[in-house]
């Protein structure tokens, strides 16, 4: 897989550090780092993607190269701490790998990392496949010590989860460094910044310059009439839907390798530019002076396909409109988005539309309770943002309902800190749900501070969420089980009407990770259901309108394949018509 590739690439250019904060499409990299031996290098989650690119900062000063990994947003909360080390350089080589998601399969935006790339002055490489995905990372670690940079490797969604076959090679051993003792090179002073600046001008040209003379920028002679440059995965679907077209192949879309260029457009005769999301290359060729189609065919949004090109190809007029195959259809069948079955958070959502909240959600599994049938979310932003959301609500002064800021563990220690701290210290009238989970659950199952365990699975102090909040100044403070309903119905209401800031720490493990949680399956007493709906509006992807008729009536049933026995059903139930098989002897995991 290309994040695997990535990983390797890292592993076999020496690293003694790689640190990330959790985000598809990225989080394979360094979870994948994890699976080489300790004693190579130190695999670390971090609490988000600046504390990691912090930490991977620190160790190329100290002498190690270092790779943090992330996904296009996260680079958005790193940002602060790359545009200041692009003016004081590195030691040791420090590449930060950066999943983008184009088409938004996993993400709140679409956004192209190139651009901070350009913002920062650094290079970005963008392989075009697994091999180039190790072969490049590889690379980066030897541009940014020769050039005293930190590089950005570029991935997105389809070549960071594509498979295909790689040449492995082996581990070096990069020379020794010490610590820079000038604080010129590790000091952020503004007459530092100053005196650096050039410099860092200069670097770029000089980047550019190699990029020019590497074998890494190919010519691919072909038809002189029509010539193509591409970079990344869009190279592989040119190649399939253009064969015979003269190709220049980037391997870096920042800073561009101009003589190159130059030269690749004066042997063509026209001149195509095709790079996923934004015209990137294409406005820089046309700063150069040269004349250049590219975004009029192709899209700014989505992610690029071999179907995508040929349409825009043939509207270029590059290749005749190819013969629709009729009579032939095939669509995927529909599925909603809903939280797992026996999904913990589900009562919680419930028990908030209760007390009829105004609530702020945040990133993670949870957001789906935004929609039907919980729909009990009224805005999410970005990491972190429901805490300072829910804190702007309450000091507008216009919403008469209970305000509830709601977010996941993971995403509190994130990002969450900063806006509880705010809130006590403006006084803000709201209620902060820890949806505590125990785990990163929408990345897959990583850890972090408050799960105890390292990437490793190794044992770790564990953030206790209550004290830390009251350690921030927060007086009221509960803890309790989402599979408890009547407490959390009535620990919510409770909350809703405290004045000040209050806090409820959800407690109940994610039933799919790192474990998968199996009780015994629940089942339906038709006889006695008056399919009232209450059970569907858990949202309980287990339980659906059975197409039997009893009485001229419908009534839910309960797929015992997807069942795992939570109890939270059966706990709303007003007649009472839900509940384990009479012939089992196994507790449902939600029993008390």
Same mark, same amino acid.
């Given at each position: ?20 904060? =959790? ?41 190690? %190269? $270092? ?26 080589? !420090? ?6 998601? @184009? ?10 990392? %190139?651009? #901070?790339?350009? #913002? ?13 995905? !190790? ?22 969604? %389809? ?5 295909? =076959? ?14 820079? &003792? ?8 503004? $007459? ?11 670097? &770029?040209? /000089?980047?550019?310059?190699? #990029? ?46 101009? /003589? ?36 009029? #065919?192709? =899209? ?10 040929? %349409?825009?190809?043939? /509207? ?19 599925? =909603?988005?809903? !939280? ?16 009829? $909240? ?100 190794? @044992? ?14 927060? +007086? ?16 919510? +209401?409770?909350?809703?009407?405290? /004045? ?37 509006? !858990? ?7 059975? &197409? ?45």
């Amino acid at each position: 897989m290309g994040n695997e590739a990535i990983a390797r690439g890292a592993w076999e250019a020496g690293i003694g550090v790689a640190v990330a904060y =959790p985000g598809t499409p990225s989080t394979e990299i360094v979870e994948s780092l994890g699976r080489y031996p300790s004693g190579d290098l130190r695999a670390e989650w971090a609490a988000n993607e600046k504390t990691a690119f912090d930490i991977a900062t620190g160790a190329s000063f100290a002498g190690r %190269r $270092a790779l943090c990994a992330m996904k296009h947003v996260g680079l958005n909360v790193a940002s602060d701490s790359l545009m200041s080390l692009t003016y004081l350089g590195v030691n040791a080589g !420090l590449v930060v790998a950066v999943a983008d998601d @184009p088409g938004m399969h996993s993400s709140q935006n679409e956004q192209d990392t %190139r651009i #901070f790339a350009r #913002f920062a002055c650094v290079p970005v490489l963008e392989p075009a496949d697994a091999q180039e995905a !190790l072969d490049y990372t590889r690379i980066a670690f030897e541009i940014s010590e020769e050039f005293a940079t930190p590089v950005i490797l570029r991935s997105t969604t %389809r070549l960071s989860h594509t498979r295909s =076959p790689v040449h492995l090679g082996s581990r070096i051993r990069p020379r020794e460094r010490r610590f820079p &003792e000038n604080p010129l090179r590790t000091v952020t002073l503004p $007459a530092h910044a100053r005196a650096n600046r050039p410099e860092v001008l200069a670097r &770029e040209a /000089k980047i550019g310059a190699w #990029f020019d003379e590497s074998a890494l920028t190919r010519i691919e002679p072909g038809d002189p009439e029509l010539g193509v440059i591409t970079v990344g995965l869009a190279y592989t679907y040119v190649r399939e839907v253009l064969p015979a077209a003269s190709i220049l192949k980037l391997a870096a879309s920042w800073p561009l390798p101009k /003589k190159a260029i130059a030269a690749f457009a004066r042997s063509v005769g026209r001149l195509i530019v095709v790079e996923e999301l934004e015209p990137l290359i294409e406005e820089q060729l046309r700063v150069m002076g040269f004349e250049v189609e590219g975004k009029v #065919f192709f =899209p700014r949004a989505g992610e690029l396909s071999p179907e995508i090109l040929r %349409r825009g190809f043939e /509207k270029a007029g590059v290749l005749e409109p190819a013969a629709r195959r009729a009579g032939l259809s095939a669509e995927s069948i529909p599925r =909603p988005p809903l !939280l797992c079955a026996g999904c913990p958070h589900m009562s919680s959502y419930m028990a908030l539309r209760a007390v009829n $909240a105004r609530v702020c959600g945040d990133i993670g599994c949870y957001t789906l309770a935004a929609i039907e049938p919980l729909a009990a979310i009224d805005t999410c932003v970005s990491m972190g943002a429901s805490i300072g959301n829910a804190v702007g609500l309450a000091l507008a002064g216009t919403e008469k309902r209970p305000i509830v800021a709601t977010i996941g563990d993971s995403t509190f220690l994130h990002s969450g800190l900063p806006p509880l701290i705010d809130a006590v210290y403006m006084g803000a009238d709201i209620t902060v749900l820890i949806l505590d989970n125990q785990i990163t659950a929408m990345t897959g199952g990583q850890h972090h501070a408050g799960t105890g365990r390292s990437l490793r699975g190794e @044992p770790r102090p564990r953030v206790d969420f209550a004290a830390l909040c009251r350690s921030l100044g927060v +007086r009221w403070v509960r803890t309790v089980d989402s599979y408890d309903m009547g407490t959390l119905y009535q620990t919510v +209401r409770e909350a809703a009407e405290y /004045k000040g800031v209050s806090v409820i720490v959800a407690n109940r493990p994610c039933v799919l990770d790192p474990v998968r949680i199996r009780g015994v399956p629940l089942e339906v007493d038709a006889e006695t259901c008056v399919a009232c709906q209450m059970c569907m509006n !858990l949202g309980c992807p287990a339980i659906s309108w059975d &197409e039997a008729m009893y009485d001229g009536h419908h009534k839910v049933k309960i797929d015992a394949a997807l069942c795992i026995g939570c109890t939270l059903c059966a706990q709303i139930c007003p007649s009472n018509c839900i509940r384990a098989p009479a012939s089992s002897d196994v507790e449902p995991v939600g029993a008390a």
